[in-house]
């Protein structure tokens, strides 16, 4: 590609997803303040933000498509040379020698240098972006091959540091932009049908009572429902088009003052009010150390822009060409102190006497930690995951919004998109924490009876698996588990509303049961879902649902950092079990509300099916939940088009990598243990399955005898590990301590110097009034009082008279002129 086609189809993808971006914020304005105009009868607001974003998705998919023929379609063609469709799904020999070249080199070596050509790559693309070549039989790992950047506009400049709307598209930008329109679409025409009870001047909030046992009345807020959830839209495109950290810091507090919005959309029910503030609060943990790591950037950097990959650019280079080289490697001393900056241009950054420019060790790996703490909160992950449950207070297809393809996915895109600039500390954290959180979640959800927030947890163990992925080099799988989780499990939120709908907002699974017949359409879509996220396949054939082959690149990710590094076994055992655990909660969800007897004869009697305007979607998501990695799995078309952004160091892997040793695989050392990791999860899924039948459907086993029997645990999963108590006892009871010590200091002290100063004030006063009455006014009076009498007795002189006045004046003449000569005789 021309430097001269380059800018022709980065302008078309600029204003493409510029468009997609800014329609939501459009219907924002227009509903926000023509929502006061119209009626609180009217649909129009909901159908002008359908069409918002539908529009968006247009355009999306138009810009996907621009960007494919743009480049050959060379991300597919790329990954095709990778992976033979369906290779480890029933092939015990998982085509393997498909990574071995034809001279017997097996590719994906930790080597590095030998079977890639990264430096032609890049050299390539900063020279004219001739994407077509150097890419011909070697894994996609050059991100800025298929990557535009640019800026919108540039809106203040200190010093060196440029603060600026950028935008950084390649083929991770497009695959989110596509899904998150896409979701956002089908969520938006469900909300249509869900939210149509606030279409009345007069809402009835049943869930909120007052004095005398009558319920909270309100105006409808159908309008302002669909303008949140335009700005959250508007927020998340502006996320993942966002060319620099600063600008995703921004959409970032953005997305979180929506989802503030609209946790906390009831307001008027406490719990709701609470939630919202929770929500907002534990993310601004996070953003402390987000805030953190941006300083540390804009200290040792001077930019916040990702890359400049604009052929021909002799500018500044961005974070990633920076940090590492050409072939994706950080530059590290000899020492291990510091790590050499890079010019973008093949070189070492230089001070004006020519010194190398660096930045120490422990400020990159803080900068890293800082930005995941970041992530940490963002995307509910240990120790930070304990908002997400309670945001299921805002309406379900809020839920359906922030589990999927918004809020909480924004950690994990996050973590992908700044990978680059994560050391393998920083990385080892990422997976350790996202081991621990995926426990957790998958722990807790067993006890859960609540539907929504069954589905909470999940999505809390699911991000787990997420950023465990990313931190055990599997960036691939992490952010493909990413797409696929965002279809099966916005599916599944929006199935969980068509049952609360239908069963006229009863949300307790121990109340329902026999569903399938009076939902059939909710309960076979919500089957969908369930299979998806459980990994489940048919042995022995390549057909499984989307959820089986991310959740199997994610096993085998750990499995291969478990074989290159025993000590950390815990990362491929823990999320082996909590595949089998997933499978359980899942099912048991599935089984209570759709299959067997009715558990509340009034819920049954009185459920039905969901509209179309609400089924509509379920129908459209469970056909993308199954197939959207169909093509090949890894080696499909989606797979393929994310893995063209993948940071140029995660194919090759990393051997003794970082100042702790870690051995990171690259695409080579996973490919060997796919299928046993996959043939493990797949066992331990069927097994999940298998007992939450039992349990559930068969009634073989009782549930409420081993509830009994393992009341201890139970009860403490019930109460979620503790961890709302132990954050009580940690931060919120020490803060009512503090504060009602500051409270008594306040009043016993603070009030009494006041108070004592008042009663001093009041007394001087006192005397002061009294000296004022009895001296200053009496003096004044009497003053007062002679002129008026004085004035009283010259009253009489002055008569008008103008003869007496004469005479006054002659008199007055006359004496004058006889004190004269008696007093100054002559």
Aim: proline share 4%.
């Amino acid at each position: 590609m021309s430097p001269e086609e380059y800018l022709t189809v980065g302008t078309s993808l600029k204003w493409l997803l510029g468009i997609a971006w800014l329609l939501p914020l459009l219907g924002f304005a227009i509903e926000i303040f023509g929502g006061y105009w119209g009626t609180r009868h009217s649909k129009t607001a909901a159908w002008l933000a359908v069409g918002c974003i539908g529009a968006g998705f247009i355009c999306s998919s138009a810009a996907l498509i621009t960007w494919g023929d743009a480049t050959d379609w060379g991300a597919l063609s790329v990954a095709e040379t990778e992976h033979e469709p369906g290779e480890h799904l029933g092939d015990e020999d998982h085509a393997h020698e498909d990574h071995v070249h034809e001279d017997g080199e097996e590719e994906g070596h930790h080597d590095g240098d030998e079977g890639h050509s990264h430096d032609d790559d890049h050299d390539h693309a900063a020279a004219g972006h001739g994407h077509e070549e150097g890419h011909g039989d070697h894994h996609a790992n050059d991100p800025f091959a298929y990557a535009f950047s640019g800026t919108y506009y540039r809106l203040a400049t200190f010093g060196r540091l440029s603060i600026a709307i950028d935008y950084y598209i390649d083929g991770l930008t497009l695959v989110m932009f596509t899904m998150v329109t896409l979701i956002a679409t089908c969520i938006h025409i469900f909300a249509v049908g869900y939210m149509s009870d606030e279409l009345t001047e007069d809402y009835e909030d049943h869930f909120v009572h007052l004095p005398g046992g009558k319920h909270f009345h309100r105006p409808g807020r159908f309008y302002r429902f669909f303008a949140f959830l335009s700005l959250f839209s508007f927020s998340m495109l502006g996320l993942v088009l966002a060319g620099n950290i600063f600008q995703v810091f921004v959409f970032w507090e953005l997305v979180g003052v929506c989802s503030y919005l609209l946790i906390g959309f009831y307001v008027e029910r406490h719990s709701a009010s609470t939630a919202a503030n929770k929500a907002f609060i534990m993310n601004r943990v996070g953003d402390f150390g987000f805030l953190i790591g941006l300083m540390i950037l804009w200290t040792w950097f001077g930019t916040f822009q990702f890359a400049d990959v604009t052929p021909g650019s002799d500018g500044h280079p961005g974070l990633f060409q920076m940090v590492r080289d050409g072939d994706g490697q950080l530059s590290v001393t000899d020492d291990g102190s510091a790590v050499l900056l890079h010019n973008g241009h093949g070189g070492y950054m230089a001070t004006e006497e020519g010194q190398p420019v660096g930045i120490p060790y422990f400020l990159l790996v803080a900068a890293g930690l800082g930005i995941f703490a970041g992530c940490v909160g963002k995307s509910a992950q240990f120790p930070l995951q304990t908002w997400l449950p309670d945001a299921m207070e805002g309406p379900t297809p809020v839920s359906a919004l922030v589990h999927s393809a918004t809020m909480v996915a924004a950690g994990v895109y996050l973590v992908g998109r700044f990978y680059p600039m994560f050391t393998p500390e920083v990385l080892l954290t990422i997976a350790y924490i996202g081991c621990i959180t995926l426990f957790l979640g998958a722990t807790i959800a067993i006890v859960a009876t609540d539907i929504k927030r069954v589905l909470a947890y999940s999505t809390i163990s699911q991000l787990g698996y997420m950023m465990l992925a990313l931190g055990v080099g599997g960036w691939l799988a992490g952010l493909f588990h990413l797409v696929t989780h965002a279809f099966f499990k916005s599916l599944m939120f929006l199935c969980s509303g068509s049952v609360i709908h239908g069963c006229h907002h009863e949300q307790e699974m121990t109340k329902m049961g026999g569903l399938r017949k009076k939902m059939p359409i909710t309960a076979y879509t919500m089957l969908v879902g369930v299979i998806a996220i459980c990994g489940l396949a048919i042995p022995g054939t390549t057909f499984a649902f989307s959820g089986f082959f991310s959740k199997d690149a994610v096993v085998a990710s750990g499995l291969t950092f478990m074989a290159l590094n025993p000590a950390h076994f815990l990362l491929f055992l823990v999320p082996l079990v909590t595949a089998g655990i997933t499978a359980f909660y899942m099912f048991r969800l599935w089984f209570m509300t759709f299959t067997g007897p009715p558990r509340d004869e009034h819920v049954y009697e009185h459920a039905h099916e969901s509209p179309w305007i609400m089924t509509a979607p379920l129908i459209v998501l469970s056909v993308f939940a199954a197939g959207v990695a169909w093509g090949g799995g890894e080696a499909g078309p989606l797979a393929s088009l994310i893995l063209s952004s993948e940071p140029a160091h995660v194919g090759p892997g990393l051997p003794e990598a970082g100042l702790i040793g870690t051995n990171l695989p690259g695409h080579g050392d996973i490919h060997q243990y796919h299928h046993t990791a996959g043939t493990a999860a797949l066992i331990a899924a069927f097994a999940g399955v298998i007992i939450s039948f039992l349990f559930y459907c068969a009634r073989s086993v009782d549930p409420e005898n081993v509830r009994r029997q393992f009341s201890g645990l139970h009860g403490f999963l019930v109460e979620k590990w503790q961890f709302d108590r132990l954050y009580d006892a940690a931060f919120v009871h020490p803060v009512h301590v503090v504060a009602s010590w500051c409270q008594a200091f306040d009043r016993k002290v603070l009030d009494g110097i006041l108070h004592g100063a008042s009663h001093v004030t009041v007394a001087v006063s006192k005397w002061d009034r009294l000296f004022d009455e009895a001296v200053v006014d009496r003096l004044v009076n009497i003053v007062g009082g002679v002129t008026f009498g004085a004035g009283s007795a010259l009253r009489h002189v002055q008569t008008g008279r103008l003869r007496q006045y004469v005479m006054f004046i002659a008199l007055g003449v006359v004496s004058l002129f006889i004190l004269v000569f008696a007093f100054f005789p002559r």
